[in-house]
């Protein structure tokens, strides 16, 4: 998709509050357009995919270091044994990716409030001024100029509450139900889980998603980078959470974005998808599963 086609359909959609016109004029939306997913570029990434069976192309890629032997080094390993706030470090020595869940465990509207508050529930607030009573909050994340542009959304599977999608408000830290029903067939053709992640078995799936003019009318180009940033300040948040609550959690990262987006009912410009995460109870493997493994 060129610049005159994002002009165009940017056009076509202009019916936000914050002007998405101004977006067809913008390498970062040109370039958010052009690396969305779908099921034809899925296919065509197959093969691309299919090299990592390859044990040469396995042997070059599990070596991601860059190393500068030849100069001055001190060697931090000896800290190691050092006394440490060992519960947040074995949390995060425990994060890992979860792919099979236990399809019996509900997710509790308690988990839900530790989950989705800390993530991006507002943790203060100061008053800017007094006779307009203005304002302004802070999130558990850092947010380029505070203007916070990411929204949070969850698809209920296996919970204390209704099977169906979720806005979560951060200002009044509330869930409201915006579709009932299930969704684990959607989810299973578009969100880029299978085969790898069996989300037919997850309590839950958390949609993160920009409004990119909240950033953008400030920052302009650079406001991209920022909303990728703190998209993924979330999701480290959630799956340090997850670990904590003694949960699961997978990040999917081909999902197929204009079908997620009519899920949510957004036209995938003004706001659009930037994340997937997949939630539960991670199952155990029973011994003669590990055996063969």
């Known amino acids: 998709m060129n610049i005159e086609n994002i002009k165009e359909k940017y ?54 270091y860059k190393n500068y032997y030849e100069f001055e080094r001190h060697d931090l390993d000896q800290y190691n044994t050092h006394q440490n706030p060992s519960e947040f470090y074995d949390n995060l020595k425990g994060r890992h990716s979860v792919r099979s869940f236990d399809e019996g465990y509900k997710i509790s509207l308690l988990e839900l409030h530790h989950l989705l508050f800390y993530s991006y529930g507002i ?11 203005v304002t302004w909050s802070f999130r558990h994340v850092p947010s380029a100029g505070g203007l916070y542009p990411l929204e949070l959304y969850v698809i209920i599977l296996n919970g204390a509450i209704r099977k169906g999608l979720y806005h979560y408000s951060s200002l ?4 409201s139900l915006l ?11 578009f969100s880029g889980a299978k085969p790898w992640v069996d989300i037919d078995s997850a309590s839950c799936v958390v949609l993160t998603t920009s409004v990119f003019e909240r950033q953008m009318i400030k920052y302009g180009e650079r406001a991209y980078r ?20 003694g949960l699961g959690s997978c990040m999917l990262g081909f999902y197929h974005d204009d079908k997620i987006n009519e899920l949510l009912d957004i036209n995938g410009v003004g706001e659009t998808i930037q994340n997937v995460l997949v939630i539960g109870k991670e199952k ?7 055996k063969n493994m």
């Open 284 to 290: 155990v493997a029973s011994a003669s599963e590990k």
């Open 179 to 189: 579709k009932e029903g299930d969704f684990q067939a959607f989810l299973g053709d």
């Open 123 to 133: 943790s203060k607030s100061t008053l800017l001024n007094e006779e307009e009573n």
């Open 11 to 64: 056009d076509r959609l202009d019916m936000e509050v914050t002007s998405i016109r101004t977006l067809g004029k913008s390498i970062a939306a040109l370039y958010h357009e052009n690396s969305k997913v779908n099921k034809v570029i899925a296919r065509r990434q197959v093969p691309q995919i299919s090299m990592f069976e390859s044990p040469y192309i396995v042997k070059r890629s599990s070596q991601p």
């Open 172 to 175: 009044k830290n509330s869930i």
């Open 226 to 245: 920022f909303i990728l940033m703190e998209t993924g300040f979330v999701a480290q948040n959630m799956s340090l959470i997850c670990q904590h609550l």
